[in-house]
């Protein structure tokens, strides 16, 4: 049986939208990763990566176009393309069902974390006068390692956040969104890519680092 992390609890309901496909195996375990297409109240979608055991699931069956409903871990790790270093995000899976019930937009998609400021806050304003803080928590695992979840504040909270110091102990509440933007190479082409993030509804602030 999995243990629960109280630091980083996640759960998320949508339709499976890709092939299952293998990646990787942990002392004998083996992983499998597929797309969770998950639906906004707003009509727009998150499409998350999710990793599951085979052991909790049948990885031989064809799971697509499915209902799954999914409680575990936001987790990341560093992943080595070409030259540089890409910080990976998924939803680590400690258990899953599978819903013959058409899907819901409410409250299918809820997170929350506890953890460390571990870079100084980025403060903005969009074109629009909205305010956005972008900030990076470092989550601890219980077997001494840690998760660094991006994490996006709005309006009052992301003021508020952009003054708090590094090392300075969170818990939040939110959900787990992606965001396709554009990227201009050196060359100049053009990469379609996706950014993953926790957009946060509610903080608490739990040690302040500046003390």
């Known amino acids: 049986m999995n243990r629960i992390n109280e630091n980083n609890r996640a759960f998320i309901n949508g339709r ?31 499409v998350i990566p999710v990793i599951v055991s085979e052991r ?14 999914i409680s575990g871990e936001y987790r990341s790790f560093n ?14 899976a400690n258990g899953i069902e599978f819903e013959e019930y058409p899907l819901e937009t409410y409250e299918n998609n809820k997170i929350q974390l506890y953890g460390f400021v571990c870079k100084e806050p980025v403060y903005r304003r969009t074109p629009k ?12 695992r219980g077997n001494g390692k840690s998760d660094y979840i991006p994490c996006i504040f709005w ?15 969170i818990g939040i509440s939110g959900r787990i969104q992606s965001r396709p933007y554009t990227k201009v ?15 946060v509804s509610s903080l608490e602030v739990l040690e302040d680092g500046r003390n």
Do not use: C, W
Request: no cysteine; glycine share 8%.
């Open 16 to 46: 499976i939208v890709s092939d299952v496909k293998f990646s990787h195996e942990f002392y004998g375990e083996g992983f499998y990763e597929f797309q969770l297409e998950i639906p906004r109240i707003s009509g727009i979608y998150d």
């Open 56 to 69: 909790i699931f049948n990885a031989n069956r064809d799971y697509s176009g499915m209902v799954a409903s």
């Open 79 to 92: 992943k080595r393309i070409g030259d540089r270093t890409a910080l990976m995000l998924s939803l680590f």
């Open 129 to 140: 006068g909205r305010d956005i803080t972008d900030v990076l928590i470092a989550v601890n």
């Open 155 to 169: 309006g009052r909270n992301a003021v508020y956040v952009s003054r708090l110091g590094v090392e300075t102990k």
């Open 185 to 199: 190479m050196p060359d100049g082409k053009v990469l379609d890519k996706v950014a993953y993030e926790v957009s």
